[in-house]
T-cell receptor, first 113, second 109 residues
């Protein structure tokens, strides 16, 4: 089944403890992206990647890192999480230069205390 | 400036009534427009693409270039249509999407 898989689904952590949210797609898509979703603010893009070893900042990249060493994986790294990074995170991928739309992962609900 | 506007944060209609979720865009090129839906506690899913002119779950959306709109419509709302709906505009070949703020649709029994 074609899908984007995120892990974990839920995560509670403490301020400053490094964490990684994984994202993997099995559709051979070139494009992958991370979003955060907050009430009243909609979807905001964190980082995106056009292909292996090609990443770029989205609208809210501060406090996040990404890497794209393989085409299928696009992990999101929070080196030193803070409470304002408590949010619902979605990974997405696309293979059709935008016209095919995105396939989203099921989301990761992160709470930083 | 490139922008997608969904003027209604919340739309509440009765079951069986017609639904129209508004989406207006500002874009200098030829737009590729999408509607995405997010049911409670689920991932976002692609609902419609304007280029395919589909009807999914009874929803349709027509691109009106004169009014720069891409409103989502359904003639008879069902309770299972309650969800968050996002309109999005493709910036072209770089895969990037511009997102509206979303409209929460509530269908009352």
């Amino acid at each position: 089944e074609a899908q984007v898989t995120q892990n974990p689904r839920y995560l509670i952590t403490v301020t400053g403890k490094k964490l990684t949210v994984t994202c993997s797609q099995n559709m051979n898509h070139e494009y992958m992206s991370w979003y955060r979703q907050d009430p009243g603010l909609g979807l905001r893009q964190i980082y995106y990647s056009m292909n292996v070893e090609v990443t770029d900042k989205g609208d809210v990249p501060e406090g996040y890192k990404v890497s794209r060493k393989e085409k299928r994986n696009f992990p999101l790294i929070l080196e030193s999480p803070s409470p304002n990074q408590t949010s619902l995170y979605f990974c997405a991928s696309s293979g059709g230069a935008g016209v095919d739309g995105y396939t989203f992962g099921s989301g990761t609900r992160l709470t930083v205390v | 400036a490139q922008r997608v506007t969904q003027p209604e944060k919340l739309l509440s209609v009765f079951k069986g009534a017609p639904v129209e979720l508004k989406c207006n865009y500002s874009y200098s090129g030829s737009p590729e427009l999408f509607w995405y839906v997010q049911y409670s506690r689920q991932r976002l899913q692609l609902l419609l693409r304007h280029i395919s002119r589909e009807s999914i779950k009874g929803f349709t959306a027509d691109l009106n270039k004169g009014e720069t709109s891409f409103h989502l419509k359904k003639p008879f709302a069902q309770e299972e249509d309650s969800a968050m709906y996002y309109c999005a505009l493709s910036r072209g070949s770089n895969y990037q999407l511009i997102w509206g703020a979303g409209t929460k649709l509530i269908i009352k029994p």
